[in-house]
C-alpha cells in the first residue's frame, strides 16, 4: 500500500525605542485585522472552498497503532450557513508525503468531491479507491472504511480555541494584561472560536501504512496539504498561521502558491524580519512591569532561528516518539499559551487563559466534536449551539500556528496549525 500521508545614530534611545514599538505595534495590527491560516490571502478569501484551516494528526484514542489526519475548508462557518459550506466539485484536495527528506512527494492521498447533494466523495492513492458520502450537519456522522482505513467528510465544531478577542486588542496596542490577555475593564477570557464550524476530511489508517516501517513506533514522515483546481494550487498549509502572521500582503498568494522545497529562498529572510517586529512591539510594554524576555518554553530563541524552523513550510512526524504537540497534534492540545510563549520568547505574563474547546472530543472516529446547528433545525431532544461572541468572522489564528512551529525549532519537529499545528 502507497505511504499516506512548515541605531540610527543621532537618534536618543528614547526615541528610538518608540520608532520600533510603533513599527512593530503595526505589524502586529496587520496580524489582527486579516485571517490566520482561516482566510489567509486574497484569494483564498475570496474561495473559501479550496482554504485549508487547519490540519491535526494524532495517535488514535481508540486504537493507537492508528494515525488519525485532519484537515479542513469552510472556516469560520456559522451555523446559518452550514447548508453553503460545500466542497468544490472541480478541486482535488491532498495531502503530500515525504519519506525520505528530499521535501518531494514520495505519495499522495486525494479527496475529490462531485456536485451532487449531499456530495459524494472518492480517495484516492491508498490502494483502492475509498468511496464515501459527505454527512450534513445535524445527521450522524457517515463514515465510510475500506481496508482498515476510515473516511469522514462534512461539517464539525471548529476545534480551535483561542481568545481572540482579546489578542487583538492586545496586539493592537499592547498593555499588561490583567485576565488572560484582558485588560481589566475588558471582563472574562472567552473562546471567540466558539460556535463555528468547519467542513473536514478525516482519515483514519495504520501508522505502518503510512511509514512503510515494521511496527507503529518507527519511521518519520514529512507532508503538507494543498487544494488546486484545474491542476492551479490555491493554498497550501503545513506549519500554521506562516503565510498571515510572517508574509507580507503583496506576497500572501505567491506563498500559498508555492511549495516547500523553494521555501528557505523566496520566504526565510522576509519571516526573519516580520518575527522580530513581533517581539520588539510586546517588549517595549512588558519589558518593565513583566520583565524582560526569559527565553521561552524551551529556552532562548533568536528570530532567526524562529525562521530556520518554520520555513521550510512542511511537517515533520517521528513515530519513534509520542505523537503529540509538538510531534503532532491532538484536539486537545492548548497551543495557545505555548504558541504566545514561544513567539514572545518569554513565559511571564502570556496566557489566553481558554485552556479547552467549547464543545467535548468524541472516543471514536471521526472524533472532532458535532457542528453547531440553527436552534430552528434541532431535533426536539438537541441542545443549545455553543454562542458566539459577535466578533468580525475575519479571524486570526496566526499566534496558535506560529506556536507549533517555533516548538518544532527547539526539537527538530515541525507540527502545525493549519498542521498534521
Known amino acids: 500500500m502507497p505511504v499516506l500521508i512548515s541605531p540610527v545614530r543621532g537618534v536618543t534611545a528614547a526615541l528610538f525605542l518608540a520608532l520600533a514599538f510603533a513599527i512593530g505595534a503595526a505589524a502586529l495590527w496587520a496580524l489582527s485585522a486579516s485571517g490566520a491560516d482561516h482566510r489567509d490571502g486574497p484569494a483564498a478569501e475570496a474561495n473559501a472552498p479550496l482554504d485549508i484551516t487547519d490540519v491535526y494528526a494524532f495517535r488514535s484514542p481508540a486504537a493507537a497503532d492508528n494515525l488519525v489526519v485532519a484537515f479542513g475548508v469552510n472556516g469560520l462557518t456559522a451555523p446559518s450557513g452550514n447548508s453553503a459550506a460545500r466542497f468544490n466539485a472541480d478541486a482535488t484536495y491532498t495531502i503530500h508525503v515525504d519519506t525520505d527528506g528530499d521535501l518531494a512527494d514520495n505519495a499522495t492521498a486525494n479527496f475529490d468531491f462531485d456536485g451532487s447533494t449531499p456530495q459524494k466523495f ?87 501504512a503510512v511509514t512503510g516501517a515494521a511496527d507503529s513506533h518507527t519511521g518519520t514522515i514529512k507532508a503538507w496539504a494543498n487544494t488546486t483546481n484545474g491542476g492551479a494550487q490555491l493554498d497550501r498549509m503545513a506549519i500554521p498561521a506562516i503565510n498571515t502572521a510572517l508574509i507580507p500582503a503583496a506576497m500572501k498568494d505567491d506563498f500559498n502558491k508555492g511549495a516547500p522545497a ?157 498542521a498534521i499545528g
Open 122 to 208: 472518492t480517495v484516492t492513492g491508498l490502494g483502492n479507491p475509498i468511496n464515501g458520502e459527505v454527512t450534513p450537519a445535524g445527521q450522524a456522522a457517515k463514515i465510510t472504511e475500506a481496508g482498515g482505513i476510515k473516511a469522514f467528510a462534512g461539517l464539525r465544531d471548529d476545534p480551535f480555541f483561542f481568545d481572540l478577542t482579546a489578542f487583538k486588542k492586545f496586539v493592537a496596542g499592547p498593555y499588561v494584561p490583567a485576565a488572560g490577555l484582558r485588560a481589566a475593564a475588558d471582563g472574562a477570557p472567552a473562546d471567540t472560536f466558539a460556535g463555528t464550524n468547519v467542513t473536514y476530511m478525516i482519515l483514519e489508517l495504520p501508522i505502518t
Open 262 to 418: 523553494t521555501d528557505a529562498t523566496a520566504f526565510r529572510p522576509t519571516a526573519q524580519t516580520t518575527m522580530q517586529s513581533l517581539r520588539d512591539a510586546v517588549n517595549a510594554v512588558l519589558n518593565g512591569p513583566v520583565g524582560a524576555e526569559d527565553g521561552g518554553p524551551l529556552g532562548n530563541l533568536t528570530s532567526a532561528q524562529v525562521a530556520e524552523a518554520l520555513i521550510p513550510d512542511i511537517v515533520t512526524i517521528d513515530f519513534t516518539k509520542d505523537v503529540a504537540f509538538p510531534n503532532g497534534r491532538s484536539l486537545t492540545d492548548d497551543v495557545i499559551d505555548t504558541a504566545l510563549q514561544l513567539v514572545l520568547n518569554r513565559t511571564a505574563g502570556v496566557t489566553d487563559a481558554i485552556n479547552a474547546n467549547d464543545k467535548s472530543f468524541g472516543s471514536a472516529f471521526p472524533y472532532l466534536a458535532d457542528p453547531a446547528v440553527e436552534v430552528s433545525s434541532l431535533p426536539a431532544t438537541g441542545g443549545q449551539p455553543a454562542p458566539n461572541d459577535g466578533v468580525d468572522t475575519t479571524l486570526l489564528l496566526a499566534i496558535a500556528g506560529l506556536g507549533v512551529a517555533l516548538m518544532v525549532g527547539g526539537t527538530g519537529l515541525v507540527v502545525g496549525r493549519r
